[in-house]
């Protein structure tokens, strides 16, 4: 079975582009999380969907970010204009239940 | 916020060493789970632990729930080379929210 799947792998941008970031879950999971990780602030959980539905997005930095779930296999993370400090890796999750995470290989943003 | 702080840090043996890690906080959990993660991947569920001083055993691993379901431990038996990565500990406290430690960095030499 495929696990969590996400793109690009590797993104490097310029300072005040948009970057999206895509996560297909594994199929049947209901739940999807996204964090992001960094030397610093370690693992953070930005966003998590129940079925499609945001849940809880208190974890969201800031306006600048956005995420959708248009559907039960398809998710975006979206940065509108972007920052150095957004520097991290992303991760995407999934899970049948909420103790139960599987995560994707993760997403490394640089931006300059 | 709950938060989990770990130790240590940064943890460097030789093979065979035996080893333990430490999560602990001032909240109480529903679940605890640990983590391992290597480098340019994502962290792989181990364990979860549910019910306060529970101990779940994997093979040369073991993990312990404090009673009040506040810490946990992971003990390694006969450190291996293969178990070279970051263990992340992370508490369900709220429904659906997962708080991460800061880690610890394994590193087992041959």
């Known amino acids: 079975d495929a696990g969590v799947i996400q793109s690009p792998r590797h993104e490097v941008t310029e300072m005040g582009q948009e970057v999206t970031l895509r996560c297909k879950p594994i199929?049947?999971?209901?739940?999807l999380f996204w964090y992001r990780q960094t030397m610093m602030r370690g693992l953070e959980l930005l966003i998590y969907?129940?079925?499609?539905?945001?849940?809880?997005d208190s974890g969201m930095p800031e306006d600048r970010f956005s995420a959708k779930m248009p559907n039960a296999s398809f998710s975006t993370l979206k940065i509108q204009p972007s920052e150095p400090r957004d520097s991290a890796v992303y991760f995407c999750?999934?899970?049948?239940?909420?103790?139960?995470?599987?995560f994707g290989p993760g997403t490394r943003l640089l931006v300059l | 916020t709950q938060l989990l702080e770990q130790s240590p840090q940064f943890l460097s043996i030789q093979e065979g060493e035996n080893l333990t890690v430490y999560c602990n906080s001032s909240?109480?959990?529903?679940?605890l789970q640990w983590y391992r993660q290597e480098p340019g991947e994502g962290p792989v569920l181990l364990v979860t632990?549910?019910?306060?001083?529970e101990v779940k055993k994997l093979k040369r691993l073991t993990f312990q729930f404090g009673d009040a379901r506040k810490d946990s431990s992971l003990h390694i038996t006969a450190a291996q080379p293969g178990d070279t990565g970051l263990y992340l500990c992370a508490g369900e406290a709220s429904y659906g929210k997962l708080t991460f430690g800061q880690g610890t960095i394994l590193t087992v030499h041959p």
């Open positions: 999750a999934s899970s049948p239940r909420v103790e139960t995470q599987y």
């Open positions: 909240s109480v959990f529903s679940s």
């Open positions: 632990v549910v019910t306060g001083g």
């Open positions: 969907f129940n079925n499609n539905v945001p849940i809880d």
């Open positions: 199929s049947g999971h209901d739940y």
